[in-house]
């Protein structure tokens, strides 16, 4: 569990996270949410390490992170594994070498060790046989893929997805969503996954966390995301056209439910 606190942080004056606390859960695919430009990376950086927060703290697992000495730091950053935008692979390595790259930085694994979970990697992503390709050969998906593969190698305990599916097209994007949602439960990761695209909220939304200019202003799971009244919410959600027409078929289905007891009620007046 991932335990975030009152983090504040500007730039140049500029507020761009204004005390934002919450918690993220083990084995839960956690989304942080919300329009660009309202902080949604800044804090994945905060909580990962990348950026010092002005004010707050981050605890892992019960662990204080944030102003820790420097080897607890690094022990827990050990455990993450992060999964940037665009997947940031090295082009002059081969898939290989790219997953195997944290390996040889993380752990004191011979040789044989390390390409034996390279290879397991590669297989739960779905790409056996990819090893000797260059970034350069593959498609988007697939570069995603050696990401994903890349940053659970080392046995990560936290993994940190930022717009993964971001230029994909919509099937791939399901399905890195689910691939990165089953490895969370197969291997009890915490995930946190930041995202503007209201699919992935659909279909991996344990728990959701919505940010509005710096600010929490909602939280919850998908299942509650459609009925809440907070407006700004609502109009992120509902700015796409089929999430209306989707709002507008639950509506009609709900009143055609309702009518429909009523209508038994008045048939068995024994009932009412
Ligand atoms: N290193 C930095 N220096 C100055 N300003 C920054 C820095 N990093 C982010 N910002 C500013 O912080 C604000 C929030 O940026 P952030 O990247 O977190 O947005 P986001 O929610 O991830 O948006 P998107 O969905 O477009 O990725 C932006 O106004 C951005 O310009
Ligand atoms: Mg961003």
Redesign the pocket.
């Known amino acids: 569990m991932i335990e975030i606190h009152n983090i504040h ?1 500007s ?2 004056g ?1 507020k ?2 204004d005390g934002v606390s919450g918690v993220f859960e083990t084995g839960m695919t956690n989304l ?1 949410l ?12 905060c909580i990962v390490g990348l ?1 010092k927060p002005d004010l707050g703290s981050v605890t892992f697992d019960g662990t204080y992170f944030t102003n820790n000495k420097l080897d607890i730091r690094q022990e827990i950053r050990r455990k993450i594994g992060m999964l940037f ?1 665009g997947s940031a692979l090295f082009d002059s390595m081969t898939v290989e070498q790219n997953v195997e790259f944290p390996l040889k930085m993380l752990t004191s694994m011979s040789k044989g060790e390390r390409l034996d979970r390279v290879n397991f990697c590669l297989k739960r992503v779905g790409l056996e046989n990819a090893n000797t390709k260059m970034p350069s050969e593959l498609s988007g998906g697939m570069k995603k893929r050696v990401g994903i593969a890349r940053a659970i190698a080392p046995n990560c305990t936290y993994l940190f997805c ?2 993964p599916n971001s230029g994909l097209d919509p099937q791939t994007a399901i399905k890195i969503d689910e691939l990165i949602k089953e490895i969370t439960e197969e291997y009890n990761i915490t995930t946190i996954i ?1 995202t ?1 695209d209201m699919n992935s909220v659909i279909e991996i939304g344990d728990k959701i966390m919505f ?1 509005y200019q ?1 600010k929490k202003l909602w939280e919850g799971s998908r299942d509650d995301i459609m009925d809440t009244d907070i407006r700004e919410l609502n109009d992120f959600i509902f700015a796409n056209r089929l999430m209306r027409d989707a709002r507008k078929v639950e509506q009609e289905e709900e009143e055609e439910a309702e009518s429909i007891e009523q209508n038994s009620k008045l048939d068995d007046p024994g009932s009412i």
């Open positions: 942080k730039f140049d500029k761009v996270l942080l919300g329009a660009s430009g309202t902080g949604k990376s800044v804090l994945l950086k950026i935008q930022d717009e930041v503007h940010l710096g």
